[in-house]
């Protein structure tokens, strides 16, 4: 039941008008011999008030019950509960912290006695460290200094002040843990990093030894900073095998999310628990061994050139040898078999002979980038984002997209330029561009050395509206709008800069605008005009507005695939064309998050031409309760989204569901618009034709991808995430939304067309992931493998989960049951018969000329 207050007198009443006193919320319960004790705050005019209920343990009747005279500014995190449990006959005590003064009030059933002060320092926090149980507890006086204060039969004592440990900038602020041994005897270590000597320092005090003066012992760890991050929480245990002897063990967590156990000095084991905050990651191809292997020996003087080659050819007659017997025997690398890893952790990343091998460039919201090998889920190399002149003040970054600048492809090794948002303490916000090798790791700018924090680049003093990656014939450049809607280039070098100009009259920006609740879409354009900045500005082209119910939830695009057919062939040999426009994007719409939503609130998915806001395809759909949990992507000319639907109409029930979109050209067969090519002036962007149908999907989902290929060749599936913690495939065949509601006809069948099911079934063979769980998946990311029929699948959000799928089978590959030395042998003896038989026909033929 709350409390009523009386409007002038501001006094507490009850519902009688009789006086009540305050709200106390119990935080803490304390049980003893004697009582029962529920400690808990009660709120005065400027801070709160302890206050403590005795209850009898026999009974359980009330004791005794009141405020103890106290101030406390910040709850519960200024008060330990004090006790020991070696002692059972001292009182236990409250202690807090009031105006830079330790007091203390001991627990007795009656709650008769008087707050105490302990007197000769200030302090600036108490901090319960795991062992108030056994009667001790850490105090940081003003200057930073950590003392250890115990209880005792004349109140509380200090026993123990860590020298060293006042504020310095020549080490960090210490961190105070405390844990027990074997016999339940009390440690309280402190641990600090040294910026003199770079490691981490731990002292050790064990109140009970040395005849119960307290013996302090310490020893350095190698911690890596520049690779985990700073120390954020440590816990310990301990070991006295001998009288002046303390083993501890430590377990402690850092900023980058790292987990780690060190033994005394040796590091046990780590764990990268960061990664399971990803923000951003692709999939980066690895180079072949060769290449791997003689990377950066292009400015290798000629003696050092022919030295490596007479050594490779050493390997030449084992390598012939091996040839010889894979050509006979067909002992090929298989598409089913686990990719091999190189157990020598000194070797590059190479690839795999099918391509099934890359390496994972992800970035978490912990201030950490990594490269993990898919092979083996294990991280390959790993950087700790520095903040630059934020160092200074304190600060976090925050990954916003990742994008490769440079492939294989390039004849150089892969790079990734990663742009986040630098939010510093003071409340400066800038935007940072990190440009790393992807395969070690290292700076590409050269700006910090491989073990140190890596160091990005400063682009736009501001927060980022929009980046994107601009591929020209001089390469690949990330083009960044700052909130002036100014054009920064990464690199910003004079090819890239004039690669850009010569691009501009085809790029189209599509942007989100205006303020929450109010949302809309604007299109924008760059002059080849510089500005009186030194930069070009985008100016508006045209504005979609949305209802005012409305807000945008997302926006999506089509990814940068290749396309291998440009039409559909139906089973009577007319033609369906693609509708292609390189401009077309995707808006998830929904009620404002600032306005109350309507009771008939719904939401939207748009399909936008980005050149000039023209809408191409609109569907309204339900909300539930307000909110819209929708997800879509886009591929090619096919649009599909998922919903939850819980209006039921007759002969329906609810249900999610999932719609199927496909776009053509014109308004019919053989009509065909050249989309990919229009002019975005041209009225025949919006003729198109639209199939569409809507299924009962069996699980609600968290993401969706559709798969991706070398060249577009192999059938598409959509890859989803379902809330059963799964991963499935599911056909384009399901989903087609031109299935048709009868039997199929001859040509129908023809286009491996099936019967319409409004219920996409729940296939187990679909699952991808088999008998893993795996957890809250956030983003499913697609990348194709050297073979066309195979796409690479790597989903994470609290778990990571890598694999491979053959939508249209391994049509690419012979069979694995092939007879290959079968092969070998019938072309052998073939040609061994060639050789014999060649000689008698030539004779017989020369003889056949003769006349005798």
Known sequence: ??????????????????????????????????????????????????????ISPITGELVASGNVPSSVLSGFSDVVVLRDVKEPELDPRLVWLEDKAIKSFPLSPSLKAKPAVLKGATYKSVQDVGVSDYGQFVAVQEDGSGRVIRLSSEGLKVIWEYADSATSPQRSDSIYAGGLDADGYPYIARVFWSHVFKQASVHVLASHLAEGKGLVTGYTFPFRTGEYGVISHVAVDAANPEPYRVLARLFLTTSTGAVQLWQQDQLQWTREEGLTDIRAAELVELPERKVAAHAGVEHESFGTRLRRQLSDAQDFPQYAVNFARRFVTGSYASVSAPVAHSTNATEPLSRDAFGFRKVIVAATSHGKIYGIDSANGEVVWSRVFGLGWAAQVGGLIIPAKLFVTRTVNDGETPQIVLVTQRKANNGLVDTVVFHVDALTGEDAMGKSAPRDVLQGQDVVSGPLVEAFLLRTDNGRAVVLFDEFLQVHLY????????????????????LKSGPPGQRRLTGHQIPPKVEFTGRHIAYQTWTLPFPPTEDIRAVFSRPADPVASLGKVLGNRTTLYKY????????????????????????????????????????????????????????????????????????????????????????????????????????????????????????????????STSYGITMK????????????????????????????????????????????????????????????????????????????????????????????????????????????????GLALAIVFVKPIVETRRLRGRWHY
């Open 491 to 510: 690199p910003e070098t004079e090819d890239i800069r004039l690669a850009f100009e010569k691009a501009l009259p085809t790029l189209r920006i599509p």
């Open 580 to 707: 292609l426009n390189p401009n077309l994007i995707g808006v998830v719409t929904g009620p404002s998050a600032t306005l109350p939503p309507p009771k008939d609130a719904g939401c939207g998915v748009y399909l936008v031409d980005g050149a000039k806001g023209t809408v191409i395809y609109h569907a309204v759909l339900p909300s539930v309760d307000g909110v819209c949990d929708i997800k879509a992507t886009l591929v090619e000319n096919w649009l599909v989204y998922h919903y939850y639907d819980n209006e039921a109409g007759p002969g329906q029930v609810k249900s999610h569901r999932i719609v199927s979109v496909e776009l053509y050209e014109g308004h019919g067969v053989d009509q065909k618009t050249r989309s990919s090519d229009l002019s975005s002036l041209s009225n025949e962007t919006t003729s198109i034709s639209v199939y569409e149908q809507s299924y009962v999907f069996p699980h609600g989902i968290t993401t969706m991808s559709p798969t």
């Open 1 to 54: 039941m709350g409390t009523f207050y009386d409007a002038l007198t501001g006094q507490a009443v009850n519902r009688n008008g009789v006086g009540a006193p305050p709200i106390k919320l119990y935080s803490k319960i304390l049980a003893t011999r004697s009582a029962v004790y529920l400690l808990g705050l009660a709120k005065s005019f400027a801070s709160y008030t302890l206050h403590v209920t005795s």
């Open 717 to 828: 599936d959509i890859i989803i995430a379902n809330e059963n913690h799964q991963i499935q495939s599911f056909p384009r065949r399901f989903l087609d939304p031109r299935r048709p509601k009868q039997k199929p006809t001859a040509q129908e069948m023809e286009e491996w067309l099936i019967q319409y099911d409004p219920v996409i079934p729940n296939d187990p063979k679909r699952v991808l992931s088999h008998n893993y769980q795996v957890a809250k998946t956030r983003r499913i990311v697609t990348s194709p493998a050297l073979l066309e029929s195979t796409s690479l699948v790597f989903a994470y959000g609290l778990d990571l989960f890598f694999t491979r799928i053959a939508p249209s089978n391994t049509f690419d590959v012979l069979s694995e049951n092939f007879n290959k030395a079968q092969l070998v042998f019938t072309i052998g």
